[in-house]
């Protein structure tokens, strides 16, 4: 009985292996014979055809960010980071203006992104996409961190202007309220 399941299971085996083989040369001598490449694209030289609802690698168009963190927000991984100045006056010097606010930092870590397409939803302004690039790559994880303000890795000289803009917005508002408490003053005494 269990000599008959054994050569059952090998003939089983054998057959699966025959079928699938058959498939393989009926593939090799398409190719040979009629030049038909039906199952490999050469990647570098070719790309395969990418649906239009593709959600691949993250763009930004910072003119249209309010900086109102609702990508960040809904995101379920945590991936997207930003940091800013809200307000239209723009106090930020050298940072990336949107409209009322002006980002120092609004990068994504495709380490941990699950390209879900949530973070698209629920911005107001419909400045961030998921667009058709699929091809991110790096050889060090601290690379796989992008910032969409320059659409390049996330650098150390990214994270200085970060810092330096960190104290730059503390300076700003101690001083805009140095001016608030003085102008009030002035008003209790006249």
């Not at 239009?52 to 960040?72: D, N, P, Q």
């Not at 104290?167 to 006249?190: V, Y």
């Amino acid at each position: 009985m269990a000599l008959g399941k054994y050569f059952s299971d090998i003939f089983s085996v054998g057959k699966s292996i025959g079928i699938g083989m058959g498939i393989t040369l009926k593939y090799f001598i398409e190719s040979l014979l009629f030049k038909k490449h039906t199952c490999t694209i050469q990647y570098p030289r070719e790309k395969d055809v990418i649906p239009e609802r593709h959600r691949g690698i993250h763009f930004l168009e910072t003119e249209k960010c309010v900086m109102c963190w609702k990508c960040a927000d809904i995101c379920p991984v945590d991936c997207i980071y930003i940091e800013g100045v809200r307000g239209a006056d723009g106090i930020l010097a050298g940072g990336w203006r949107g409209r009322k606010a002006t980002l120092a930092k609004f990068t994504v870590d495709y380490t941990v992104c699950i390209f879900c397409g949530l973070c698209e939803e629920p911005c107001p302004t419909q400045c961030i996409h998921l667009g058709p690039d699929y091809d991110y790559h790096a050889t060090d994880r601290r690379m796989m961190e992008k910032n969409l303000l320059t659409d390049a890795v996330y650098t150390e000289e990214d994270e200085m202007f970060v810092q330096w803009a960190r104290q730059e917005n503390e300076r700003l508002r101690a001083l805009a309220g140095q001016a608030h408490g003085g102008a009030g003053a002035k008003e209790g005494s006249g």
